[in-house]
T-cell receptor, first 111, second 114 residues
Framework: DAGVTQSPTHLIKTRGQQVTLRCSPK?????VSWYQQALGQGPQFIFQ???????QRGNFPDRFSGHQFPNYSSELNVNALLLGDSALYLC??????????FGPGTRLTVL | AQKVTQAQTEISVVEKEDVTLDCVYE???????LFWYKQPPSGELVFLIR??????QNEISGRYSWNFQKSTSSFNFTITASQVVDSAVYFC???????????FGQGTRLTINP
């Protein structure tokens, strides 16, 4: 039974560029949440997708957007990258309101 | 607003010692859920336990045990007879009923020395 998978593992971008991160949920899960984890900090909630719609959003600007596909996989897009967007981006999947299980993350470095 | 505080930034112990990680939370909600996750160097957050606010029973799973006390808004985690493989960053998190987001503490970096 495959767990949550994320791609790519690492990514290096320059300021002003755009990036897309991908997540496939655990088998049987229909909900995907995204978190940003800066170095030495706890993860911060970005948003959650369920039934292909954004269900709840954290305190992140509109440069952060997402999408969920009919197969429940999800993408996180970040436009106009800033140095401060450098972080580990974690995807978590769950079955509706149940416990969230996390993927290995994508390490984004913005130069 | 909800808040989770893990006052211990770093803990270092020798293998086989017992260690307790503290977690204090703030919420005005009557129904909520508490979690502990482990983050090894690989980066993936590994789910350890979930507790409902209306269930104050303590839980033991092998060398791990959790002490939930609503009166002090604490949800502490104890590792008995620690092992080097327990070295990781541990996060406590809170989610209110009906909401989607997990609110995490800052984490405690636990190092078990051989």
């Amino acid at each position: 039974d495959a767990g949550v998978t994320q791609s790519p593992t690492h990514l290096i971008k320059t300021r002003g560029q755009q990036v897309t991160l991908r997540c496939s949920p655990k088998s049987g899960h229909d909900t995907v949440s995204w978190y940003q984890q800066a170095l030495g900090q706890g993860p911060q909630f970005i948003f959650q997708y369920y039934e292909e719609e954004e269900r709840q959003r954290g305190n992140f600007p509109d440069r952060f957007s997402g999408h969920q596909f009919p197969n429940y996989s999800s993408e996180l897009n970040v436009n106009a990258l800033l140095l401060g967007d450098s972080a580990l981006y974690l995807c978590a999947s769950s079955s509706q309101g149940d416990t969230q299980y996390f993927g290995p993350g994508t390490r984004l470095t913005v130069l | 607003a909800q808040k989770v505080t893990q006052a211990q930034t770093e803990i270092s112990v020798v293998e086989k010692e017992d260690v307790t990680l503290d977690c204090v939370y703030e919420t005005r909600d009557t129904t909520y859920y508490l979690f502990w996750y482990k983050q090894p160097p690989s980066g993936e957050l590994v789910f350890l336990i979930r507790r409902n606010s209306f269930d104050e029973q303590n839980e033991i799973s092998g060398r791990y045990s959790w002490n939930f006390q609503k009166s002090t808004s604490s949800f502490n985690f104890t590792i008995t007879a620690s092992q080097v493989v327990d070295s990781a960053v541990y996060f406590c998190a809170l989610r209110k009923a009906g909401a989607q987001k997990l609110v995490f503490g800052q984490g405690t970096r636990l190092t078990i020395n051989p």
